[in-house]
């Protein structure tokens, strides 16, 4: 029973410290893609990355900003003011859009 216990406070532990590393890259820049987020950690694999995107979204820590072909990840602190993001139906058109969960 004490190794089931081990196994899973390493594994919070290491989602902790993976989640600790996309926050500190994501509040170096203004704005990252996730393509720049995967490069910058190299170890991080997709379905950790969203995840843990999964839940800063949640708790209103990032914002994601569609631009073009691609989703720019803005750290909450960097963001202006409410008015940066779109909430509710985005026009397909758009070239610019910014979601926010």
Same mark, same amino acid.
């Given at each position: 029973?004490?190794?089931?216990?081990?196994?899973? #406070?390493?594994?919070?532990?290491?989602?902790?410290? *993976?989640?600790?590393?996309?926050?500190?890259?994501?509040?170096?820049? !203004?704005?990252?893609?996730?393509?720049? +987020? @995967?490069?910058? +950690? !190299?170890?991080? %694999?997709? &379905? #950790? @990355? /969203?995840?843990?995107?999964?839940?800063?979204?949640?708790?209103?820590?990032?914002?994601?900003?569609?631009?073009? /072909?691609? /989703?720019?990840?803005?750290?909450? +602190?960097?963001? &202006?003011? &409410?008015? *940066?993001? @779109? %909430? &509710? !139906?985005?026009?397909?058109?758009?070239? *610019? %859009?910014?979601?926010?969960?």
């Amino acid at each position: 029973m004490a190794t089931k216990s081990k196994e899973w #406070n390493a594994k919070v532990l290491v989602e902790r410290r *993976d989640r600790e590393a996309v926050l500190a890259v994501i509040s170096a820049s !203004p704005s990252v893609t996730i393509e720049e +987020l @995967l490069q910058q +950690l !190299p170890e991080m %694999r997709w &379905g #950790n @990355l /969203f995840s843990i995107l999964g839940e800063c979204l949640q708790e209103g820590l990032v914002t994601l900003r569609q631009k073009e /072909f691609q /989703f720019e990840v803005i750290h909450s +602190l960097q963001r &202006g003011s &409410g008015g *940066d993001v @779109l %909430r &509710g !139906p985005v026009s397909p058109s758009s070239k *610019d %859009r910014k979601v926010a969960i």
